[in-house]
């Protein structure tokens, strides 16, 4: 289980610099400001799937809630939300309080390998950039495809490195970060999907995004590091200064993308 995100100074850091969106954006010009971006892969993800005040969509790996809270709030749907996180959860139950959201949506804490759900119940399973963080992404999609009714979508965003362009020394940063021998491309993550049962409706290459979001990350993260010293542990901020400026050429040479894929669980399954 990667615990990282409950490091209070990684909390922290993630808070400040990212905001309540641990996401990438899909940007129309490298001018434009994160948060514009950001809430347009949403807007972008949630375009093919119907939601309406009948829909009931399960979130896994909810960071701070904002796509919890976007999603009722524009499609009046009922969202369950879910994070191994607990610091992130009460951040978002904070955050949804006295919001338009508050009412459909509902957060709890769930690993997404094994979730405490009833077969057959949503009408939507979305994981953004969640997915990244498992050492078992087949387990992931295996529970997806039992929780999802006949008919559900699934929707994937993630960050997914070009594995077979990366050298020796950039698979070692990637493996040490998120403790994993196996650095899968997007045709595994197709592959995967399709593995657990799943039609796959729909793959989108978003890797420019991601070079113009990791740039612009690390530039947030270089003006605010004199504030930051005063806040965070010196390891805690050298170390993800160190791996942010890391992604951030990866991501510009083409090694480190991020992929967006809509599948659904076939109406009929054998
Ligand atoms: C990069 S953040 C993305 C958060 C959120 N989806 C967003 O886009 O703002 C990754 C999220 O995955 C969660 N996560 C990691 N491992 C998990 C697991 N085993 N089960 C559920 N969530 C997990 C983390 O706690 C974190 O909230």
Known sequence: MDLHYEDPGVDRLYSRIWGEDIHYGIYKSAREEIPVATQRAKAIMAEPLRLSERSYVLEVGCGYGATARFLAEQFNCRVL?????????????DATVGT?????????EADYHELPYESSTFDCWWCQEALVHSPDKPQVLSEAFRVLKPGGYAVISDQIFRPAKLLPDEIEAVRDRYQTSAILGPADYAAMIQHAGFELIEHRDWQKHAAI?????LERLEALIPELQAELEPTTLERNHKSWSAWATLAEQGKLGFDYFLARKPQITV
């Open 213 to 217: 979001h990791r740039r612009k990350i």
């Open 81 to 93: 939300a879910t994070n191994i996180s607990q610091a992130q959860l009460k951040y978002a139950q």
């Open 100 to 108: 338009p959201a508050a009412s459909l949506v509902q957060f709890e």
